[in-house]
Nanobody, 122 residues
């Protein structure tokens, strides 16, 4: 069984930094592009960033460009989101997502983590 587990959320003051991690575990053959999403209260889930398997292509929503950096460690099946210069409007539950080929089925399926809360407040 494949699962994604996020960590690293918390409470931080405006201008501060946090680093989120999302580790995939289970019977994994390969992991395709990995994504970070976020959902603020009363708002739809929003795509934040993505990174291809090689790490060469990284994309960001405009509101986080220059402040957030996505990276991955394929040896650890882990994706990271370094968040700097945090603003109150970054407050949300952050989720990771990936298409993962399961060793049992040899098919790619979409997996989501359980989410980690990020609160930016003074």
């Amino acid at each position: 069984q494949v699962q994604l587990v996020e960590s690293g959320g918390g409470l931080v003051q405006p201008g501060g930094s946090l680093r989120l991690s999302c580790a995939a575990s289970g019977s994994i053959v390969s992991i395709n592009t990995m994504y970070w999403y976020r959902q603020a209260p009363g708002k739809p889930r929003e795509w934040v960033a993505s990174i291809t398997p090689s790490g060469t292509d990284r994309n960001y929503v405009n509101s986080v460009k220059g402040r957030f950096t996505i990276s991955r460690d394929n040896a650890k099946n882990t994706v990271y989101l370094q968040m700097n210069s945090l603003k109150p409007e970054d407050t949300a539950v952050y989720y990771c997502n990936a298409m993962i080929v399961d060793r049992t089925t040899l098919r790619a399926s979409a997996y989501w983590g359980q989410g980690t809360q990020v609160t930016v407040s003074s």
